[in-house]
Structure formats: C-alpha cells, structure tokens
C-alpha cells in the first residue's frame, strides 16, 4: 500500500532544500571572492621567498621554485652590499628599521591625535546644542566628497611658507586633527547611547568635560578603536603626501623608503623578491593590528547603524 506524504513534510522538505542550495551558493561565491581577495598576498609571499633569478620561472607552480630567505636579510641589512648581490640583489639599501621607525612615529601620533580631536568633536556635535548646529554638521560631512588630490597642493605650500618640508611636524600637520569621517562615525556611535546614564552624571554633579571621559568615552571603546584601526591603516599606508613632504632618509617612512628601492634600479627589471620582502614585512604591524582588535568593528557598526 502506498504511504501518502502529506503535503506539509513536502513543503518542509522543499524550504529545507532551497536553504541549504543557498547556503551551498553563498559558500561557493565567498570562497571565490576570498580567492581573489588573496591571490595578491599569496603572490607576494611566493615572490619574497624565492630566490631572485628564479621568480619568473615555473610561473605556474604553487610553491616557490628556489626557496630563500635572502631577500629578507637583504631587505633587513642583515648582509653586506657584496653579500646582497650574491644573493641575487642589486646591493641597493632600504633602511627598513629606519623606515619603520618613522613609519611608527607617523602613524601613532596622527592616530591619537586624530581620534582625539575626532571624538571630541563628535560628542559635541552629538549632545551640545548651539546655532547652526546640522547645517555645520552637514557642511563638514560634505568634505567626504572633496578629493584627497585637491589638497594636496595648498597644504604643501602652506607646509612650505613654514619650513616644515623634510620634517615630522609638516608630514604629520594635515593629518593632526579631526576627519570627517571619523567625526560623523563617532557622532552616530554617541547618538545611540542613552542620554539618561549622562543626565544621572549630571545629577551627581558631573560637568560636560568629566561626563564625556569617565562615562561616555569609555562605553564607546568599540567604536574608537574601529577609528584607530581605520586611521592607523590609511597613514600606515599613505604614500603621496609623504613622498612630497618626506623624501629625506631622516623622515622617510616605509612606503615612500619601498618606492624609492623599486626606482633603484632604472636600468633594469625592480629587485622584485626584494621588495616584495619588504612589502611583507611592512604590511605585519597592520596584519597585526587588525587581527587584534578586528571583532570590535563588528561591534562598533552594530552600534552606529550601518548595514
């Protein structure tokens, strides 16, 4: 005797189906996308552990052809000019400790000085009321829409009149101060906080200034630190303001120290296992970073209302 399925088993079964088929899709076009997302790194790794006369042979293979780690002590200063060529280099130097030294200087004091400015900012334009407020909010969030390339040329002659050209002071001075969108990021985060944990502060007898940095800063810890990861990786990885403020060695930060080591070589082809060691190391403290405090981005853009 046949056994009838009732209808609603069949229907279950059918959603039950198409779930899993969509679960199926999703998986397959994630891993594709993490496939080219990360084609880039693993090229770049297979290059800086190959040997040098051997990175365009074998294009195809998945592992290095001729294993090293020369570039790397190259790359470091580890071996002498005569010892660099040895192994394949040009002998050129990159003054990587150096380079990363100001890359560090840079990158710290414009991350802390930034988020600062930029929380301060957006706490004022969160819960003070003054004249004119929105429409200064809105002319401000609208320079979001100002090209980086259109400021370039004022602020290097202004960092020219001062003498600052060649220094940390001028290289980090465009930077010092609140972005638009770390302002209206933060602002977003402190609208959605409520207002009755400050008004309670402010009962106790709490002014403005202790309300914002013993109750609201600290309950606001995702979200600043989604702004110290957001600020620290766009200075770690600027390159155009630092060439033009800071080509001297002393101030040289990592990304203008790799593009002057790739122009070293004008005659012939870039020393490409060597700069791609360096890009590797260079990219470690973000890499880092970002894994670290990488959760509370999540969490920051739950809060704010992003989607």
Aim: net charge positive.
């Amino acid at each position: 005797m046949d056994v009838q399925v009732p209808e609603k088993s069949k229907g279950e079964k059918t959603a039950a189906q198409q779930k899993i088929r969509g679960y199926a899709i999703s998986a397959a076009v994630a891993a594709v996308v993490f496939l080219v997302i990360m084609l880039p790194f693993y090229w770049m790794i297979r290059t800086s552990l190959t040997f040098p006369a051997a990175i365009f042979q074998s294009p195809r293979s998945i592992l290095p052809p001729q294993w090293t780690l020369g570039n790397f002590m190259r790359v470091l200063g580890l071996v002498s000019a005569e010892e660099a060529v040895s192994l394949g280099g040009t002998g050129q130097a990159l003054g990587f400790f150096q380079a990363f030294r100001n890359s560090m200087i840079v990158t710290v004091s414009i991350t802390v000085a930034q988020v600062f400015f930029s929380a301060c900012a957006a706490y004022a334009f969160a819960r003070f009321s003054f004249p004119f407020r929105d429409a200064l909010f809105s002319l401000y969030v609208s320079a979001l829409m100002v090209p980086i390339i259109v400021t370039v040329i004022p602020n290097f002659a202004f960092i020219n009149e001062l003498g600052w050209v060649n220094t940390f002071q001028g290289i980090i001075a465009p930077f010092f101060f609140m972005t638009p969108l770390a302002v209206f990021f933060m602002r977003q985060f402190f609208v959605s906080i409520n207002k009755e944990l400050e008004e309670s502060a402010y009962l106790d007898g709490a002014g403005r200034v202790k309300t914002a940095f013993r109750i609201v800063f600290p309950m606001s810890t995702p979200a600043l630190l989604t702004c110290v990861i957001i600020v620290s990786t766009n200075t770690w990885n600027e390159y155009l303001w630092m060439l033009i403020t800071g080509r001297n060695q002393s101030v040289r930060v990592l990304t203008v120290a790799l593009g002057i080591f790739r122009q070293q070589t004008p005659q012939g082809a870039p020393d490409w296992g060597g700069l791609m060691a360096g890009t590797m190391l260079a990219a470690i403290p973000i890499t880092v970073m970002f894994l670290l405090l990488g959760k509370h981005v999540v969490n920051s853009i739950g809060h704010t209302g992003f989607r």
